[in-house]
């Protein structure tokens, strides 16, 4: 069996647990005799680890039409009007796709991200107040109500795409402002990638792959596995990205099997994106076993340190982090707190610190890979995932295989397969904080949740993981077999 799977990120270069999670996987699945991987990327560096499986740098790829313009801003529209316009099992071209999103031309400096307000505020600078007379036409022109009639405002400069003179797509395989035009040029990759290789089974990781494995499917006709790491609502809340959400809705109906990393995922998948749960499979995530030759590091303070290791951002919860240190402080000044990361929340992280006086117990880095991922956690004494909504949570599987307890939200994938963990809800500032103060308090606790979430976790192998995924594409790869 053959796979071609699609990723956004793979080992060293990576931002988070997709990346982690992408090689795990790859890797596990190396091991299984009868399966052949093909993995796309973006962009390759050339230092990923081939062993495992083919690399493909869709930047590579030479593409064989003229340079588009892709416009980057996108109605703001309900989710149930987008939701609407993706029909069952229909597969679409990522131009087809994209024709289904309402489009409107704005100006280069705004991203397909940009905010309401922000879109609120250009309008009033170039003189329009009255907002609620603002429409966008089913052609998605954006008009404005004055005088009796519409007139059209006209915003006509938006970014070109990025295909060189020599006919290959640029891609820096990141998630910066060019995103969207990004994800779309590598759903129109796939379709020639599908067309140059041979391969029984598509699999695509997370929302930013989902276009290519539906082109790639277009293409070939043969089956489409996509894995939900996580969801819109999972990264947003309620506030969700309309344009997002649509691609994984699109990537969701389009599948022939959907994998989500836990049961609070599946729930979501089923719930905000009217999925039937039969074509759900939960395969949880494990974790790389310990080097044998593992390099150790000593403290160079008397403290107890209590880690937060992710992402800064709303989804993670760090500022139930930093609330929950102050409650500890105010017990025990025998701690310090590290937030090791970055993201669009830090800044507010530190002034929040410096509000409660506990800055000079407080450590900030930036975001942590590789071997200063091992070196934190071999200095840690406690390691804490606050997270409001977390799909499953590699980090706290990274802090027990260090013999480091770890205290984890029961709003997350991992704690529905983890014993030894402290579980609390996220919003629970004083239960954290009492979780953390009996764990630098008593060395009896520590040392039990150490040494039996040791153990747990050394059961969770990723070889275990790729035979799930294997089951998976058992399911849908006879029956194309015999169409």
Known sequence: MKVLMFGWEFPPHISGGLGTASYGITRGMSKIEDVELIF????????????????????NIKMSFENEELKQFYKQQSISSISEKIK?????????????????????????????DNFEAYLKNIGIEDLSRVRVTKDGKIVYYENGEYREIILDRFEKSTLTDEGYFQFSGKYGANLIEEVRNYGKVAAKIAMQYDFDIIHAHDWLTYLAG?????????????HVHATEYD??????????????KAGMVN?????????????????????????ITTVYNAVEPVASQRSHYRKTVDEKIVTFLGRVTYQKGPEYFVEAAKLVLDRTPNVRFVMAGSGDLLRRMIL???????????????????????RMFSISDVYVMPSVSEPFGISPLEAMRSNVPVIISKQSGVAEILKY???????????????????????????????????????????NAAQNLKAVYDTVYPVYQTL
């Open 214 to 226: 539906i082109e790639a499917k277009r293409i070939s006709g043969k089956p489409l596995v996509i």
């Open 255 to 279: 599948a022939d099997r959907i994998v989500t990393v836990s049961n609070l995922t599946k729930n979501i998948v089923t719930e905000k994106y009217k999925i039937d749960e039969k074509k």
């Open 235 to 248: 990264r947003s809340g309620e506030n969700v990205n309309p344009v997002v959400f649509s691609i994984e």
């Open 352 to 374: 929040r610190a410096a509000q409660l006086q506990i800055n000079h117990k407080f450590h900030f880095t930036d975001f942590l890979k590789g071997d200063d991922v091992d």
């Open 88 to 116: 069952d099992e229909e597969v679409y071209s990522v131009d087809e796709f994209m024709k289904k999103i309402t489009k409107i031309e704005i100006n280069s400096f705004l991203t397909p991200y940009l905010s309401p």
């Open 40 to 59: 796309v990327v973006p962009k390759l560096y050339g230092d990923e680890d081939s062993g495992v499986a083919k690399l493909v740098g869709a930047e």
């Open 421 to 463: 963990a402290i579980k609390v809800d996220f919003w629970d500032t004083q239960a954290i904080a009492n979780a953390i103060y009996g764990l630098v308090s008593y060395d009896g606790l520590s040392e039990f949740f150490a040494k039996y979430g040791k153990t747990e976790v050394d059961s969770l192998k990723w070889e």
